[in-house]
């Protein structure tokens, strides 16, 4: 009798693992089946480059179908909570990754589970330490740094002391943008001398700050270089605080509404912008057909262009600027 109720139980274990198991495929193919889900990490929200990132992978997201979800955290300086994002997306099995790294090897590990899983990894805006990823959508920014450099040249008559206001020195965008800029003096601009390079995090108040420290230790400054909107912002600031306007030739990096009213109205010489709805769309659209296998273009570049006063406003550089 025993045996019987034992054998009894066990047959009834077993059909509940069988369905068990049934219902788990059947979730698992459900979920294969149904849109594709990429999940997109970008260096953060705060800028209006990252909210036209956005738009281009929401277009793209759109024309293939795609679920997709776009965060970022809070500050450009906060890796950690970078690192927390790309790993609760990896959590949820995306068909694909888009990452703009913050720090270029902190997510070494998470890179290295993606892979693990079979889960493609396009890098955007800033390439990472890895061959992981299966394509890096980004503007190269070390030409379009050294484009940066040459107007500034050209702009104070080939001499004089310039300094660099950097975003930071751990991407690649950050250091490419800085080592494009300097390289390019180094190597085409002899009597230019580059005095100091800070770091302001890309925050506009950290950036003036580090800017109006450089102009007290250098009142003979000719120039200075932004790397990015929030560094260039903050030299701008530093100037019309300074009340130096006219004096102190600036170029900057990216767009936004700050940048065009600067250079509208003579503060800013000029600056460098890149595609960022192209870096959007083209990370998606990379993502997707490397969800499907499809082999991808290992770098993918999405272009810049050179924008001042005279050219601010014509069919060429008015849809890539952003506000």
Known sequence: MIRKKLAAVTAVAALMLTMTACESTESSADSNGGTPYIAIVSKGFQHQFWQAVKQGADQAAEEFDVEITFEGPDKETNVDQQIQMLTTALGKNPSAIGFAALDSQAATPLLEEAKSKDIPVVAFDSGV??????????????????EAAKNLADLIGGKGKIAVIAHDQTSKSGTDRRDGFLEWMEENAPDIEVVDVQYGDGDQLKSTDAAKAIIAAHPDLAGMYGTNEGSAIGVVNAVKELNLKGKLTIVGFDSGKAQIDAIKDGTMAGAVTQNPVGIGYETVKAAVAAAKGEKVEKVIDTGFYWYDAENIDSDEIKPNLYE
């Open 129 to 146: 330490d890895s061959d992981i990823p299966v394509a890096t959508a980004t503007t190269d920014n070390k030409a379009a740094a050294a």
